[in-house]
Nanobody, 116 residues
Framework: QVPVVESGGGLVQPGGSLRLSCEAS?????????MEWYRQAPGKQRELVAS???????NYADSVKGRFAISRDNAKNTVYLQMDRLKPEDTAVYYC?????????WGQGTQVTVSS
């Protein structure tokens, strides 16, 4: 069983917005676990973009602070990443991590392309 499934990626113009979703399987309860969003651009290492702890504390990479927001809906067992004022350098495959650094599993990723 895939631990988490991402959706919501796509092609967007610079300055636009997207909301990514990460739905966790029934064996993972997001309310009890940290959840993270990573991204990996071509030729680059995977990097941590945003995280939310079981207590609700959030952290962001400096490159996305003030533009991205991570949140969760415990009833839907889903984590979201709201991305605003997107830039071409945000282009990457975005991955959801259950637990810290995928300790409970990774999703398959969703492509985000920011281009005019």
């Amino acid at each position: 069983q895939v631990p988490v499934v991402e959706s919501g990626g796509g092609l967007v113009q610079p300055g636009g917005s997207l909301r990514l979703s990460c739905e966790a399987s029934g064996s993972i309860f997001i309310r009890f676990n940290p959840m993270e969003w990573y991204r990996q651009a071509p030729g680059k290492q995977r990097e941590l973009v945003a995280s939310i702890s079981s207590g609700g504390s959030t952290n962001y990479a400096d490159s996305v602070k003030g533009r991205f927001a991570i949140s969760r809906d415990n009833a839907k067992n889903t984590v979201y990443l709201q991305m605003d004022r997107l830039k071409p350098e945000d282009t990457a495959v975005y991955y959801c991590s259950a637990g810290n650094a995928g300790s409970l599993g990774w999703g398959q990723g969703t492509q985000v392309t920011v281009s005019s």
